[in-house]
């Protein structure tokens, strides 16, 4: 699985457009790139996920470059329930058998919305 | 729809004492995963069910824990005998086959079981 590298924390404030970046150099062809959100005392939940380009939903959008080396996930207008932390995760989604391995969580991207 | 369900959300237990937490599953998912955290550290994968079977256990940290899923509904997780280092939120998650729901995996997770081991 591909090594993630992201913010151990960011701090931002309600309405701004908040951008975190994460980097994974090692991603091979079959990798897929996944973010996830937890709030305090919940399970991470699925925000997002690209293979390239860009992506767009209803709750954030995903850049990634040409190289894939690294994504962005970019909340548009922030709000104070988005303090979260924030996790990106690389991995093919699906091996030989058809099952879909588990996660490998890093340690994440502390974000602090400030009124 | 309901989501993934996990019972109980808070057990503290003595050293040596026994544990079993239950995750409920989202209805149709056939894969059914337990993770677990422990103070500080990251989120660990421990093992992952495809219905019934055990599809990947390398993340077990030992044989006092025992992990089942008959019918592949419902799993349960004990730990025999509870350890100080046990304690931490285990989290179970569960997604669709994924040859199925297509490229995008997407795991649910429970809100976790918070485990006090004294």
Redesign the interface.
């Known amino acids: 699985l591909a090594k993630t590298t992201q913010p151990i924390s960011m701090d931002s404030y309600e309405g701004q457009e908040v951008n975190i970046t994460c980097s994974h150099n090692n991603i091979a062809t079959n990798d ?1 790139i ?1 973010w996830y959100q937890q709030f305090p ?6 925000i997002i ?1 690209g ?1 390239k380009t860009k992506v767009t939903n209803e709750v954030a959008s995903l850049f990634i470059p040409a190289d894939r080396k690294s994504s962005t996930l970019s909340l548009p207008r922030v709000s104070l329930s988005d303090t979260a932390v924030y996790y990106c995760l690389v991995g093919d ?2 091996d030989s ?11 994440g991207t502390h974000l602090i919305i400030q009124p | 729809e309901a989501g ?1 369900t996990q019972f109980p959300s808070h057990s503290v237990i003595e050293k040596g004492q026994t544990v079993t937490l239950r995750c409920d599953p989202i209805s149709g998912h056939d ?1 059914l ?1 337990w ?1 677990r955290r422990v103070m500080g550290k ?7 069910f ?1 219905k019934e079977s055990k ?2 256990e390398s ?1 077990m940290p030992n044989n006092r824990f025992l992990a089942e899923r008959t019918g592949g509904t419902y799993s349960t997780l004990k730990v025999q005998p509870a350890e100080l280092e046990d304690s931490g939120v285990y ?3 569960s ?1 669709q ?3 199925l729901a297509g ?10 079981t918070r485990l006090t081991v004294l």
């Open positions: 897929y996944t005392s919940q399970g991470p939940r699925f996920q293979y989604s699906r058998g058809g099952g879909a391995d588990g996660l490998t969580f890093g340690k | 993934v894969n995963y993770y990251e989120i660990k994968f421990l093992l992952h495809v599809q990947d993340g989290f179970c998650a997604s086959d994924p040859w490229p995008t995996d997407t795991q649910y997770f429970g809100p976790g």
